[in-house]
T-cell receptor, first 115, second 114 residues
Framework: KQEVTQIPAALSVPEGENLVLNCSFTDSAIYNLQWFRQDPGKGLTSLLLIQSSQREQTSGRLNASLDKSSGRSTLYIAASQPGDSATYLCAVRGALIQGAQKLVFGQGTRLTINP | NAGVTQTPKFQVLKTGQSMTLQCAQDMNHEYMSWYRQDPGMGLRLIHYSVGAGITDQGEVPNGYNVSRSTTEDFPLRLLSAAPSQTSVYFC?????????????FGPGTRLTVL
């Protein structure tokens, strides 16, 4: 059974710092990995998706990497801003079985950027 | 596009009552699913559908029913609500295709069962 772990559970840093969020998974046979952002009381917003054949994806100040062999992904946030404060969730998708795209989520890292 | 919409946003039920959580998407996605989010448990898959008329169980299906009569709609039914079903419920949709298909989530329904 796939298990996804995110460490740390919470992180507080001053504005302007570069930071890394970690995600680890137990089964390396993944189809893709997705990073989401969740603001308090809101739904999930997709930030980056890395396919199993890819090593990294970039969007603006965000960079996500994937190392399937070690079962790890990182989300790098450059020049952090108070608006980046949110919970960041990592989710992995296993092989496509009869069209099912089941996501297994980590419990998230709650990020606070202090002005 | 409105994306994935969910109604209601908030709901309070008494134990034993029934209700339906609505989910709709306007992106012509074949795949739709329901998750519940609980503190310390993360998001867990309840039911999913790969197309109209086709549904299957996820990780935590007990106490919930689903059906999919159209591509756009995927309602989640609670037949007899229990306090253990107090949670935030999210609906998601995506294309069924390659590894680059992003899943889109609705804003959620916050359910309290007394």
């Amino acid at each position: 059974k796939q298990e996804v772990t995110q460490i740390p559970a919470a992180l507080s840093v001053p504005e302007g710092e570069n930071l890394v969020l970690n995600c680890s998974f137990t089964d390396s046979a993944i189809y893709n990995l997705q990073w989401f952002r969740q603001d308090p009381g809101k739904g999930l917003t997709s930030l980056l998706l890395i396919q199993s054949s890819q090593r990294e994806q970039t969007s603006g100040r965000l960079n996500a990497s994937l190392d399937k062999s070690s079962g790890r992904s990182t989300l790098y946030i450059a020049a952090s801003q108070p608006g980046d404060s949110a919970t960041y969730l990592c989710a992995v998708r296993g092989a496509l079985i009869q069209g099912a795209q089941k996501l297994v989520f980590g419990q998230g890292t709650r990020l606070t950027i202090n002005p | 596009n409105a994306g994935v919409t969910q109604t209601p946003k908030f709901q309070v039920l008494k134990t034993g009552q029934s209700m339906t959580l609505q989910c709709a998407q306007d992106m012509n996605h074949e795949y739709m699913s329901w998750y519940r989010q609980d503190p310390g448990m993360g998001l867990r898959l309840i039911h999913y559908s790969v197309g109209a008329g086709i549904t299957d169980q996820g990780e935590v299906p007990n106490g919930y029913n689903v059906s999919r009569s159209t591509t756009e709609d995927f309602p989640l039914r609670l037949l007899s609500a229990a306090p253990s079903q107090t949670s935030v419920y999210f609906c998601a949709s995506s294309y069924v295709g390659g590894p680059g298909d992003t899943q889109y989530f609705g804003p959620g329904t916050r359910l309290t069962v007394l």
